[in-house]
C-alpha cells in the first residue's frame, strides 16, 4: 500500500507543471457561493484495482476526486461529507481501465470527468492527465472545476 501511495505522490509532483505542457483551462464560474468540493485526504488502492486522483488547478493544488475502477465509483467531500457516487456511463478508450469520460450520479448529486489520459514511457501500472474538467451538481449549485491527475494501479 505504501509503495502506491509513494507512487502516486511522486507521480503528482511530476504531473504538476513546468514548461512544455499545455495551458490549463480557464476556471468557470461558480454558481454556489461556498467553496466547492474540499480536499480529499490520501486514498488507499487495493491490490487489482485502479485509482484516478484529480487536483483541482489552484496554488496550491487540491486533491478534489478519487475515481475507483472496481466498484467504478468516485468519492468527493461536499458540504464537509463524504460522497460516494456510482458510475453510470463511460466514453471514450480506456487506458489504464479508466475512460476519459465519465459520468457519476446519486442522491441528487451528479459530476462527469472529460480528461486527457496519457501513458508515458518509464510509467508502469498507470497515466497521467496532465488537463480535464470536473463538472458537480448538487442542491447548492453547480461548478465546472480545471483538473489534473494521474491512475496509478496496484
Do not use: Y
Amino acid at each position: 500500500m505504501k509503495r502506491a501511495a509513494i507512487l502516486l505522490g511522486a507521480l503528482a509532483a511530476a504531473s504538476c507543471g513546468g514548461a512544455g505542457g499545455p495551458a490549463p483551462r480557464p476556471l468557470a464560474t461558480n454558481v454556489s457561493a461556498e467553496r466547492p468540493l474540499a480536499e480529499l485526504p490520501q486514498q488507499e488502492l487495493q491490490q487489482g484495482q485502479c485509482g484516478m486522483a484529480l487536483w483541482q488547478r489552484t496554488e496550491p493544488a487540491r486533491r478534489i476526486a478519487f475515481i475507483l475502477d472496481e466498484p467504478p465509483s468516485v468519492r468527493i467531500i461536499d458540504g464537509g461529507e463524504v460522497i460516494a457516487l456510482a458510475r453510470t456511463a463511460a466514453e471514450g478508450d480506456a487506458i489504464a481501465r479508466h475512460a476519459p469520460v465519465q459520468r457519476f450520479a446519486g442522491a441528487g448529486h451528479s459530476l462527469t470527468i472529460d480528461v486527457r489520459i496519457e501513458q508515458r514511457e518509464g510509467l508502469l501500472a498507470g497515466a497521467i492527465i496532465p488537463e480535464g474538467t470536473l463538472t458537480w451538481q448538487s442542491a447548492r449549485g453547480s461548478v465546472v472545476l480545471p483538473v489534473f491527475g494521474l491512475i496509478g494501479c496496484r
